[in-house]
């Protein structure tokens, strides 16, 4: 049975899940996507994500279940991301829509990236949901930290299957379903992990979430961000570390 409790932390995965739909409507508007702005971008997604993974989630953790057990619940979620990075690789539209020039390899690329991009969201849907059971603030931080990197990845998903089909209803649907992975983590969280929510538990999901969070943001959002100008990433990763202090002062 659904609690007033688990409702925000279930609604939060739902919203940090679905700007993977906004990412899609932005190929539908902006004709010239500059590199630039999104160096910046996946720099800043970095920054708040990197910072709310070390600043609160894992000094959370360890208050109450020790250094130790802390740092082995850090590294289980690292290695956990690593190994679904290697069992199903995904990648993005930088790396894919220069190569496959043919729209059937296009539609192909957006297909697969779509799969990718949700077996990726699918822990982080769990992460933000048991980050808010825990604490309410910590759920919004990685929520805003989350909702940011999935913008490019909307867009990801969604440039290939427009321009192989020209259409922006089936692009729509396959972001869409991409993002759907994140709440659809947070249901199989309440189905299966509800009668296990004891402090302890939960303590150790925090540091396991501040794992996936930064194996994401070195593995997947820093090399996305590098290229020319990488002082416009690194400012994007200061300014994604001075959003996410300020959000958690103002909290």
């Known amino acids: 049975m659904i609690t007033c409790k688990v409702v925000m932390p279930l609604l939060l995965s739902f919203l940090a899940g679905i700007f993977t739909v906004i990412g899609s409507l932005l190929t539908f508007f902006i ?60 990648e993005y539209i930088e790396e894919r829509i220069h190569k496959d020039t043919h729209d059937k390899k296009l539609m192909a690329a957006g297909i697969f990236t779509a799969i990718g991009i949700g077996i990726h969201n699918f822990p982080e849907g769990v992460a933000v949901f048991m980050s808010a059971m825990v604490d309410l603030k910590l759920g919004i931080a990685l929520a805003i930290a989350i909702a940011l990197h999935n913008i490019p990845e909307g867009i990801s998903v969604a440039m290939p299957i427009y321009y192989a089909t020209k259409s922006r209803k089936k692009a729509f649907w396959y972001s869409f379903l991409a993002g759907f992975a994140e709440p659809a983590g947070a249901v199989l969280a309440i189905l299966l992990l509800m009668p296990f929510l004891t402090v302890v538990f939960l303590s150790f999901s925090l540091a396991f979430v501040a794992g996936i969070m930064v194996f994401i943001s070195f593995d997947e959002l820093l090399p996305l961000s590098s290229g020319e100008g990488n002082h416009i990433a690194i400012a994007g990763v200061f300014a994604g570390m001075a959003i996410m202090a300020v959000s958690l002062i103002l909290l």
């Open 31 to 90: 004709s010239d996507f500059k590199k630039s702005y999104l160096r910046f971008f996946l720099g800043v997604s970095c920054g708040v994500m990197v910072y709310v993974s070390l600043v609160e989630l894992l000094p959370a953790s360890i208050r109450t279940i020790g250094f130790l057990k802390g740092q082995v619940a850090f590294f289980a979620g690292i290695l956990l991301m690593m190994l679904i990075d290697f069992l199903v690789p995904h």
